[in-house]
């Protein structure tokens, strides 16, 4: 049963500090997406992945977040410095992305909790 | 632009009555619909699709037609029970585009 697996689930840490979060998303999906869940603000899109090229991280605070994907089997947030407002669900998510297919179908990962003292 | 609109929630109901989650949405051209719910502590999990006009998904007892005439796609469940307690997402995929727009969820608690 091939899921995307994300580590760390739970995080936290004090303000200031770098944060990496890491995904593994299912094996032969060529995008991956970069989540963000809060109660205020509910799911954003924060980045995305195509073929391990980034298309949009339009969503991301450019001055302290960064995705990359070193390779297709995994994906990095990280963010540096941490600020309390970046407490929040973290979820990556993998598709597969045929080229014109009408199959947006995205798996989720379980997310990462992250609380930012 | 793309968007999504639910009703909000919580829906509080009973076992087996009867579910209805309102889902419309705002797109240009033909794009997918989808359900997405979460159980608490976990991320979203695909509940149902449609990828064309008058399509009906369905998934464990629960369904969705696409309806381009209203653009909308409710959600529906006949008898709900309190395993179903969850939050219930619906997003809508452009043509031709990998990126999903959700709506902000509706949670659905069902008491015994």
């Known amino acids: 049963d091939a899921r995307v697996t994300q580590t760390p689930r739970h995080k936290v840490t004090e303000m200031g500090q770098e944060v990496t979060m890491r995904c593994q998303p299912i094996?032969?999906?060529?995008?991956v997406f970069w989540y963000r869940q809060t109660m205020m603000q509910g799911l954003e899109l924060l980045a995305y992945?195509?073929?391990?090229?980034?298309?949009?991280d339009s969503g991301m605070p450019k001055d302290r977040f960064s995705a990359e994907m070193p390779d297709a089997t995994l994906a990095t947030l990280k963010i540096q410095p941490s600020e309390p407002r970046d407490s929040a669900v973290y979820f990556c998510?993998?598709?597969?992305?045929?080229?014109?297919?009408?199959?947006?179908?995205?798996?989720f990962g379980p997310g990462t909790r992250l609380t930012v003292l | 632009g793309n968007s999504v609109t639910q009703m909000e929630g919580p829906v509080t109901l009973s076992e087996e009555a009867f579910l209805t989650i309102n889902c419309t949405y705002t797109?240009?051209?033909?794009?997918?619909l989808f359900w997405y719910v979460q159980y608490p502590g976990e991320g979203l999990q695909l509940l149902l699709k449609?990828?064309?006009?008058?399509d009906k998904g369905s998934n464990k007892g629960f369904e969705a037609t696409y309806r381009k005439e209203t653009t909308s796609f409710h959600l529906e469940k006949g008898s709900v029970q309190v395993s179903d307690s969850a939050v219930y997402f619906c997003?809508?995929?452009?043509?031709?585009?990998?990126?999903?727009?959700f709506g902000k969820g509706t949670m659905l608690l069902v008491s015994p």
């Open positions: 094996l032969g999906h060529n995008t």
């Open positions: 992945f195509r073929n391990r090229a980034p298309l949009d």
């Open positions: 797109a240009t051209g033909y794009p997918s």
């Open positions: 449609a990828t064309k006009a008058d």
């Open positions: 998510a993998s598709g597969r992305d045929t080229g014109g297919a009408r199959d947006n179908e995205q798996f």
């Open positions: 997003a809508l995929g452009p043509s031709g585009y990998s990126t999903l727009t």
